[in-house]
């Protein structure tokens, strides 16, 4: 009942006209910028991120940036159908089938089974979010120092280890956000680290600065760079046929089972380190085609194949908040990015959140279900304006969040050198995207490296420099030993088809991070 009441007094602050007025904002621009062929979620945020900081209302930005979140989501899938150009590795699933449905003529009842399967799916997960919240901050409380620091480490270590194809690659990226972070000055000993004489660096490297460079300028030098290999044609969208909701009775019954069975693995597989959103909707997409008595249409447009995986997609988001609100712990790159914006208004995400900040923390939730609302009242009547903004000439475009992009960085720091910083690592991240590097274990390494290494030194401190503090306690013990467990997780599909007599099985990975 206490979560209930709590979520009632977040509705109660969400529903004010300004709060509903940064929902609305968040939503439209998120879908705006979402709907752009190539961009997510992460890059969408990472892009705003400058702006929005420079507001002065906690509770108004963070809920701007769940709209913007949910927004590039949902529009996310519309370039997915109509396009066949995801802009991020969770839709990927979606536009396997969704593609072939709009070249059947039936872009509309893809476009719908997408919108009303992530509203269901962010509605159910929304719920599941509000009554497990409180109760894992709760057990978060007992956390200590060495638990956090091998929570830090198991996020580090699952997330290395399970997205790109690449362990060698994955720790090469850690590494550099590890260097990122140890960047300043040290806060126990008062020396600088790897200031190189620098000034403006004895403060560290701004998390805004190298978001904006990996994100924004990175991704979209990188998306410059291929332009002839995107499609340029954008699927017709045929005349309204009837149905409720453009969709038939038949697209009803084949589409809500997809829905709740994407629910399922949407939310709990966002709750885990590294989990995010790519694991759930490929199985989503796997058991659908499994389940289907409709096995002639897959790869011609399988309507379960749209809906599964986008239900899947929305859910992970309230799933990702979990360890986000709970524990500090962002288990994707978006996370991450949204940790360092609490991080601006000196908010720190962990059990303490509920304690100071229930009024912020219960009003983020219930716009969750207010942003939903809006997106489904948004994306299918509007549809045809979303398909307008796919026809923006691709090199304007792209010039367009280059110059948004360093705006942002000067706007937030008004120094020239931090303009060059990111423009730098936005050059890194594009050949780092060339060449299989993956981007989220930067920007974890950057935001939990210095967490770990301050929860590392005040274990050490409290018991008085005994190191067997992190063997001893059993929920530490636990979390490193789920970290050697991530470790060893890829390679467990190789060892197993060896061990019987096979030979040709791949490691197991999962794509770039949302």
Do not use: C
Request: charged letters at 15%.
């Amino acid at each position: 009942m206490s979560s209930l009441s709590h979520l009632f007094d977040g509705f109660a602050s969400v529903l004010s006209p300004q709060n509903l007025l940064y929902a609305a904002i968040g939503v439209t621009i998120g879908t705006l910028v979402g709907v752009l062929p190539g961009i997510g979620p992460a890059l969408t945020i990472a892009l705003l991120l400058p702006v929005s900081l420079q507001l002065d209302d906690p509770t108004g930005t963070l809920i701007m940036f769940a709209g913007i979140y949910y927004g590039a989501m949902y529009g996310g899938s519309t370039t997915s159908i109509l396009l066949n150009t995801p802009g991020e590795s969770a839709s990927v699933a979606t536009s396997i089938e969704g593609y072939r449905m709009a070249q059947r003529g039936r872009a509309r009842a893809a476009l719908a089974t997408a919108a009303i399967g992530s509203f269901v799916a962010a509605t159910i997960s929304t719920v599941l979010l509000a009554f497990v919240a409180e109760p894992m901050a709760g057990f978060a409380v007992t956390f200590r120092a060495s638990d956090y620091f091998a929570l830090a480490v198991l996020a580090m270590v699952t997330v290395t280890a399970l997205v790109g194809a690449s362990l060698p690659r994955g720790l090469m990226s850690l590494t550099f956000g590890l260097f990122l972070g140890l960047v300043g000055i040290d806060s126990l000993t008062g020396q600088a680290r790897f200031t190189f004489g620098v000034p403006e660096l004895l403060d560290g490297v701004d998390i805004v600065t190298v978001i904006v460079g990996l994100f924004a300028i990175g991704e979209t030098l990188y998306i410059a760079s291929r332009l002839k290999d995107l499609p340029a044609k954008v699927a017709p969208l045929e005349p309204a046929r009837g149905g409720f909701a453009w969709l038939s009775r038949q697209d009803w019954a084949r589409s809500w089972p997809a829905w709740l069975r994407g629910t399922l693995f949407g939310f709990p597989f966002g709750a885990l380190p590294s989990g995010g959103a790519e694991i759930p909707t490929f199985l989503s997409y796997t058991v659908e085609k499994r389940r289907s008595k409709h096995r002639d249409e897959w790869g011609n447009g399988a309507i379960e194949g749209v809906a599964g995986p986008e239900a899947a997609n929305n859910a992970s988001f309230s799933g990702v908040l979990v360890p986000l609100l709970t524990l500090g712990i962002p288990t994707s790159a978006t996370a991450a990015v949204m940790l360092a914006a609490f991080g601006y208004f000196d908010l720190s995400p962990g059990p303490q959140l509920f304690e100071k900040s229930p009024d912020l923390v219960w009003a983020l939730i219930a716009s969750l279900f207010v942003g939903n609302v809006m997106l489904l009242a948004l994306n299918l009547p509007l549809i045809r304006i979303w398909v307008k903004v796919l026809q923006i000439p691709r090199p304007l475009l792209y010039t367009g969040i280059l110059v948004f992009a360093t705006l942002g960085v000067y706007a937030v720091s008004g120094s020239v050198v931090d303009v060059l910083i990111a423009y730098a690592i936005g050059v890194l991240a594009m050949f780092m995207r060339r060449f299989d590097f993956p981007i989220a274990p930067v920007i974890l390494g950057l935001i939990l490296g210095p967490m770990m290494e301050t929860q590392f030194r005040r274990a050490l401190l409290l018991s008085d420099g005994d190191l067997s503090v992190f063997v001893t306690r059993p929920l530490t013990v636990t979390l490193l030993s789920l970290a050697l467990v991530a470790l060893a997780l890829p390679h467990l599909p190789k060892m197993w088809t060896r061990l019987r007599g096979g030979s040709g099985a791949r490691r197991l990975s999962f794509a770039e991070d949302d």
